[in-house]
């Protein structure tokens, strides 16, 4: 029975190493250290990425999505993510300003594959790069930038067990219970700070004016 993570046996490095098969030289040589051909045509058509990070206060897992090529390939080893209008509390931007490496995952729908992408990222207000993406009625005013170290795909296993592209009406109603997340979760504090109907109407007109 699990009781805290301190009741767990941690398997150190060597314990992994004695427990996990080599990886395949396949898997290894597959690594590029630029944005090759197919991955720039993989972005080209990307319309969301989760970007990772973390500081000396923890980490984060944020997503990010716009229209299909939304992250700009500005040369080989960088390309250049849209901020766009979130929750402000800008998790993502606040890590990098103190330690740069990042990872990133992202999608095609319909496609099993992913690319990765890890680097170092810098958050900047330059005009050249805020230039290479499209007008919209909220202008970017900043732009997460990476320097490309690692660029490489990952296969679709994950992707075909999860049947991710599939249509989930069932799971959908069973994790909303019919209402929205934000709502749901409101309810489930001591003392709920916000009712249900401002919930709703708040993300309304976050989906409908701030997109």
């Keep these: 029975m699990f009781e805290s993570l301190e009741s767990l046996r941690r398997l150190s490095l060597d314990d992994l190493e004695a427990e996990l098969e080599p990886p395949e030289h396949l898997a290894k040589a597959k690594i590029s250290s630029e944005i090759g051909l197919t991955a720039r045509r993989f972005l080209a058509h990307s319309p969301f990425a989760c970007v990772a990070s973390a500081s000396s206060q923890g980490a984060d897992c944020s997503p990010r999505g716009d229209g299909p090529g939304f992250a700009k390939v500005l040369t080989e080893k960088a390309l250049a993510l849209p901020d766009r209008a979130g929750n402000n509390l800008a998790d993502t931007f606040r890590n990098v300003a103190q330690r740069p490496q990042l990872g990133l995952l992202f999608f095609v729908p319909g496609l099993s594959e992913t690319l990765r992408v890890n680097g170092q990222g810098i958050v900047t207000d330059d005009p050249g790069v805020l230039a290479r993406f499209e007008p919209t009625a909220r202008p970017v005013r900043l732009a997460l930038v990476v320097g490309v170290e690692e660029v490489f795909f990952h296969c679709g296993k994950s992707i075909i067990r999860s049947g991710l592209w599939e249509t989930h009406e069932m799971l959908t109603a069973a994790a909303t219970l019919g209402r929205d997340v934000f709502a ?21 007109e976050g989906y409908t004016n701030e997109l």
């Design 184 to 204: 749901l979760e409101n309810a489930e504090r001591p003392k709920a700070d916000v009712n249900a109907a401002i919930v709703r109407e708040l993300l309304r």
